[in-house]
């Protein structure tokens, strides 16, 4: 989740259309951290799929800025 923190803070995010982030132990504390990036209005496309997101990290994800805009979401394998 350290991993995840640090990545939502680069502000070079703003430019970014498509991110993967699968099979990367993501918790409900780095969807927490993630969810609250701010350079991430751009992007359209994202797979989250095979971490360990939970029902928690999917309230934080559910509330987040960036989801209007994507056409694209795989969350499976996450325990929700």
Known sequence: DKGIEY???CVFLK????????EN????KGMEFFTK???LDNLTNLHLSFNNIGDKGMEYFSKCSF?????????SN???
């Open 15 to 22: 430019n970014l259309f498509s991110l993967n982030i699968y």
């Open 67 to 75: 989801l209007k805009n994507l056409s694209f979401l795989n969350l």
């Open 37 to 39: 990036c701010e350079f």
């Open 25 to 28: 132990n993501i918790s409900e």
């Open 78 to 80: 996450n325990n929700i």
């Open 7 to 9: 990545l939502s803070k």
